[in-house]
């Protein structure tokens, strides 16, 4: 049972409702921003995104500091910087938020691009208080969505860290209590086998992430001892695999209690089969009588 009542208690109210609204979540890689791309080119659904809103109204300034740091290294483009001759900024889309990974970064030996600990540690913490605040902005988007633009139907896109963010056991969350009063939530839920292929994805090539202060700091103390190697001495390729093969294992308790607590679950394998709007409206319809 969840701990407020969905937005559409059962299929026919789903069916029915002229205005639809959403959240997916779960592991990036299973498909919710490629669920929200086909809804939102179908013309009448809003895609809020919030690692876009993130990287744009929360950490766009931090991002492009960060570019312009870079820059004042390079001595003609530090004096076209000092001279206002040139613009840096970054380029983030809803399918490209490298600039918001690359400045997350990895931490580790520096002369692998790695930053140090406290540094890592810092921007997760940036990241976290944006994610929360994106989060929170939600019902103000479902509003401009409608009122500006017209938009009756809705679809949040949210980041892999959600959990992170959240305490899905408290019925008092405010963040989960914001969002499950004005959408319905939608686990993605992974099997095995997609498990087993976002490793080896991830492998090939190793991304940043966004974890608990205190899940970092294990990780990071395990990798030391089982790698016996000193903090400026890690790979951070190497770290980011090992937290990452973690971080599996500790988010999905977390999302199935989010699911089962405040939302419903399709699973990956229903989401690549419905490959059109009326046929991911009729998985949702499926999810919410299955409870």
């Not at 992974?190 to 202060?213: I, W």
Request: with cysteine; aromatic share 10%; charged share 25%.
């Amino acid at each position: 049972m969840s701990f407020v009542p969905r937005l559409y208690p059962d299929a026919a109210a789903w069916a029915a409702a002229p205005e639809k609204r959403l959240m997916l979540f779960g592991m990036s890689g299973l498909g919710k921003t490629h669920v929200s791309n086909m809804l939102r080119a179908h013309g009448d659904w809003f895609h809020y995104s919030i690692d876009y809103r993130i990287g744009t109204r929360y950490m766009g300034e931090l991002i492009a500091d960060e570019f312009k740091r870079e820059a004042m290294k390079v001595p003609h483009l530090r004096e076209l910087l000092l001279s206002d001759s040139i613009y840096i900024a970054s380029n983030i889309t809803f399918n490209n938020l490298t600039p918001l990974s690359t400045y997350l970064g990895k931490p580790g030996d520096p002369d692998r691009g790695g930053l140090a600990l406290a540094e890592y540690l810092k921007r997760q913490e940036q990241h976290h208080a944006a994610e929360r605040a994106a989060l929170l902005d939600t019902p103000r988007f479902i509003d401009r969505a409608e009122d500006i633009y017209g938009y009756p139907h809705f679809i949040c896109d949210s980041g892999g860290s959600i959990c992170e963010v959240v305490d899905p056991e408290d019925p008092q969350d405010e963040i989960m209590t914001t969002l499950a009063s004005s959408m319905l939530l939608v686990w993605i839920e992974g099997s095995e086998a997609h498990s087993d292929e976002l490793v080896r994805r991830f492998d090939r090539a190793p991304k940043p992430m966004c974890y608990r202060a205190s899940f970092t700091q294990t990780c990071w103390d395990d990798f030391l001892i089982e790698n016996n190697v000193s903090d400026g001495d890690v790979d951070p390729n190497s770290f980011v695999r090992f937290a990452y093969r973690r971080a599996m294992a500790a988010r999905q308790p977390a999302y199935a209690a989010m699911a089962r607590n405040w939302g419903v679950t399709v699973t990956a394998e229903e989401v690549a089969a419905a490959d059109t709007p009326a046929a991911f409206e009729a998985l949702i319809g499926r999810a919410l009588e299955r409870g």
